[in-house]
């Protein structure tokens, strides 16, 4: 059996990526019921691999949303009705978790950078100085615009505030660069399946520490769906409060499997040999990087459109070859192009996608 239904697009966009054939397979097993004996030990096998790869001892919560979801868990638990909340924003993705809180009736506070930019640690620092917070929100790695922050230094900062929660959004980051979630002190460790992970969409996973439960005991509207202290009831039990997506809980145990085989150290070092990769194409072909310098994701680069080419023309042409890349983010349609390299993708992949991206240019460039 094989994915043979539609045509096979190679997706160099942050998300979905491309899922390898094995792993859409892993999928198509018969079902088990969630509280079978057979469902629990899917669950346990799952958590030791998750821990390892967030480097956490915390318990890592499966949930059965996208990312997202886990944003509103975080924000919604991690605050108490009479605090505040900090959001570290650079990006349209970060931009958007400030807003999940508000939505979520929290008092936000927000520390904006123009786009480009990573946060500084200089001004998480003074806004640390002036106000107490229950939590500080930042995203690893900002995918509108193609910035890794420097979550260590914030990690640092934040050293000095043991009653302030850290809060990180490792979506499209995690199993592409490393996230050492102890080491850095993250209390929600945060992300979703179909980024650098290379799975199906519908999954997210979050590295919970124990003083978040603590704090979520304080909190008097936690919702039901997201509720960490439901969720982690359940956990202790290998379980989920409500039906999980067991076919992708199978893919995960695969992927987990293939992943932790090809060691973690040589994923992330194949993720900075296709960001070399990614960024000496961006000079041959004449562009630039819209990130600032230093701050590269190393799972999608942003790409500056200084030769003003014509974005949904190059890829209707790579269309024809299979591929597709993606267009500027919200405001940077056209003004920039975005090029994931993130997950199962290959260099030689890339070898072929940028050879596709030369003959367009020289076509029609
Ligand atoms: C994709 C993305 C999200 C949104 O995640 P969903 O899984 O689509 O809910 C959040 N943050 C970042 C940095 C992302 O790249």
């Known amino acids: 059996m094989s994915p043979k239904h539609s045509e096979h697009i190679r997706l160099f966009i942050p998300g979905p990526v491309e899922v390898r054939a094995e792993i859409l397979e892993a999928q198509a097993e018969w079902m088990i019921g969630h509280r079978s004996s057979a469902f629990a030990e899917l669950y346990a096998r799952l958590q030791p691999k998750l821990q390892q790869s967030f480097f956490t001892r915390n318990p890592v919560y499966v949930y059965t949303s996208s990312g997202t979801g886990i944003w509103e868990s975080a924000s919604r638990c991690a605050v108490r009705d009479n605090r505040k909340i900090l959001h570290l924003t650079c990006g349209a993705f970060s931009e958007r978790w400030a807003e999940v809180s508000e939505w979520n009736g929290k008092q936000v506070d927000v520390l904006a950078v123009e786009w480009g930019q990573p946060n500084s ?47 990180v959004d490792v979506v499209s980051a995690y199993m592409g660069d490393k996230v050492p979630t102890d080491e850095w002190g993250i209390d929600v460790c945060l992300t979703s399946t179909q980024k650098a992970f290379a799975l199906p969409p519908g999954m997210a996973f979050g590295a919970v520490s124990s003083a978040v439960l ?22 202790q039990k290998n379980n989920t409060p409500a039906t999980p997506p067991i076919a992708l809980m199978y893919a995960a145990d695969r992927q987990l499997d293939d992943i932790l085989d090809e060691g973690l150290d040589n994923r992330f070092a194949r993720h900075q040999r296709m960001q070399q990769m990614a960024h000496e194409w961006v000079e041959r072909a004449g562009f630039e990087l819209y990130s600032a310098p230093g701050y590269h994701s190393v799972t999608v680069s942003n790409v500056r459109n200084t030769r003003g080419i014509d974005v949904g023309a190059l890829n209707s042409f790579l269309k024809k070859r299979s591929m597709m890349i993606s267009n500027g983010y919200g405001k940077l349609k056209d003004k920039a192009f975005r090029i994931a390299h993130m997950g199962d993708t290959q260099p030689e992949d890339l070898e072929v996608l940028f050879a596709a991206m030369d003959d367009y240019l020289a076509q029609e460039g």
């Open 214 to 235: 603590e704090r979520a005991k304080q909190v008097k509207n936690r919702g039901y769906y997201f509720d960490v202290l439901e969720i982690d009831r359940h956990h």
């Open 121 to 167: 640690p200089e001004q998480l620092a003074e806004a640390l100085r002036r106000t107490e917070y229950d939590a500080v929100a930042a995203v690893m790695n900002e995918t509108s615009t193609g910035v890794r922050n420097p979550i260590e230094a914030y990690a640092e900062v934040l050293a000095d505030y043991p009653d302030t929660l850290f809060l």
